[in-house]
């Protein structure tokens, strides 16, 4: 029996809402599911983008958390409370100069929140967890709806230490962002499996590969750098593989993807499934090959390593794909249909204006169906070749990318037909 493939799953945070249509259009060329934490019976807001990927390709799930690992999470900051008070309390205290001091990017701002100005979108959201459209809260903070995300006992040792301010009658938590989002990140990592990888648009470079009290209060202890934005932790075997994959595919997707209509993105999963897959795999063969040494050190080192990889193995397997389809004579047999049925019908018609009869033709011009007919086993033979070729390139998921995302360009769709995209 065939071994099947491994699932690639993320799970999103820490917002509930996906504030950029442009990453999940991304996110989606490359995973085949995608969860987000979400409370029960919260109302959520998705986009029409959102929406259709949803719900014609099943990419996003809901997945609210559970009462063990709200349990786990909440007695793990309870601890850290209980030991480091004092040093918490000087970083993180809601009401001092810690929200000041922290280079955080700057909290959201009321007016781009969900509901507060007609026609503006959801990717307008900065710097806090879970925001809402509240006139009265304090912008700099960052807000959770503790209800369904964190125990009563921690949301209460919180506003007891001043690290956070309740919302009354909205069940939201307010906390200092960097706190918060350490909070939400212990969470993803409880709740992903093991074949789930935590996954944040957020622009922070460090982040937790663990959920205990000794990984949380070293990334609260942390003065972290504003390290360039990455999709997905690095550190473990998988996250690399993610890091190397979304490189590949954004060196040959045009940088405008958010100009893209969804419908692409939904008809290019739903055709190319099996390209994907084996561009999975390859991706996570290559990453394997990474030093453990280069994902510990500059950051910018890590990535002009990574785009090396890439220039030393799909991006060559890439160019050799497209190399052998054009030898294939996939080009030349396509070009000739479309001279032999466009002549008769320019002749033909030349020739009723003139008056001369379409049996007084050349019998060459005569029956472009017949001539249509007498390529059928070339093009047949030629599509056979070109999927042969696809099958065993893992770079074909990339030239599928390529030939049809970018704008203006005649795509031969091989296994559809012929289209413009």
């Known amino acids: 029996m065939m071994q099947p493939a491994p699932v690639r799953m993320g799970l999103y945070y820490p917002f509930i809402q996906f504030r950029s249509d442009t990453w999940l259009k991304l996110a989606a060329l490359y995973w085949d599911r995608i969860a ?6 919260h109302a959520l807001q998705d986009s029409e983008t959102v929406k259709r990927l949803q719900g014609e390709l099943g990419l996003v799930t809901n997945l609210a958390p559970s009462a063990e690992e709200m349990d786990s999470i909440s007695n793990e900051f309870l601890n850290v409370l209980e030991a480091h008070s004092n040093q918490l309390s000087k970083l993180y ?3 001092g100069q810690a929200l000041a001091d922290e280079p955080w990017p700057k909290a959201w701002s009321n007016a781009a929140a969900v509901g507060r100005t007609p026609g503006k979108s959801i990717p307008g ?4 967890i879970d ?3 509240l006139p009265d809260v304090d912008p700099r903070l960052s807000y959770i709806f503790s ?5 009563p006992r921690l949301e209460e040792a919180l506003i007891e230490a001043d690290l956070g301010v309740v919302v009354k009658d909205r069940g939201l938590i307010g906390l200092h962002p960097k706190l918060a ?3 939400m990140n212990a969470l993803a990592s409880k709740m992903a499996t093991p074949a789930m990888f935590p996954l944040t648009d957020e622009d922070v470079g460090h982040v937790l590969t663990g959920y205990t009290a000794d990984r949380i209060i070293e990334a609260l202890m942390d003065r972290w750098d504003q390290r360039p934005f990455r999709m997905v932790e690095v550190g473990e075997t998988g996250h690399l593989e993610l890091e190397f994959a979304l490189l590949a595919i954004k060196s040959v997707i045009p940088k405008s993807i958010d100009s893209i209509p969804v419908q692409k993105i939904i008809d290019i999963r739903r055709r190319h499934s099996e390209e994907l897959t084996a561009f999975q795999q390859a991706s996570q063969k290559i990453s394997e090959t990474i030093p453990e ?5 500059n950051p910018e080192a890590f990535t002009m390593y990574l785009q090396t990889l890439y220039d030393k193995t799909l991006e060559p397997e890439l160019i050799r794909l497209r190399k052998s389809l054009r030898r294939s004579g996939i080009d030349t047999v396509f070009g000739a249909m479309s001279v032999k049925v466009q002549v008769p019908q320019l002749l033909t018609s030349g020739a009723a204006i003139m008056g001369i009869g379409a049996m007084h033709l050349n019998p060459l011009f005569v029956g472009a169906g017949a001539i249509v007919l007498c390529f059928i086993p070339r093009v047949r033979s030629q599509r056979q070749e070109a999927q042969r070729l696809r099958k065993a390139s893992p770079a074909a998921y990339l030239l599928k990318l ?3 995302l970018k704008p203006a360009i005649l795509a031969l769709n091989l296994g559809d037909g012929i289209g413009f995209i």
């Open 93 to 95: 205290n809601v009401h």
């Open 402 to 404: 390529q030939e049809e």
């Open 147 to 151: 209800e369904g995300k964190m125990t």
């Open 131 to 133: 925001p809402s459209a």
């Open 36 to 41: 987000r934490i979400v409370p029960p019976y």
């Open 181 to 183: 989002f350490v909070y």
């Open 293 to 297: 040494a280069i994902t510990s050190g």
């Open 125 to 128: 959201w900065k710097g806090p």
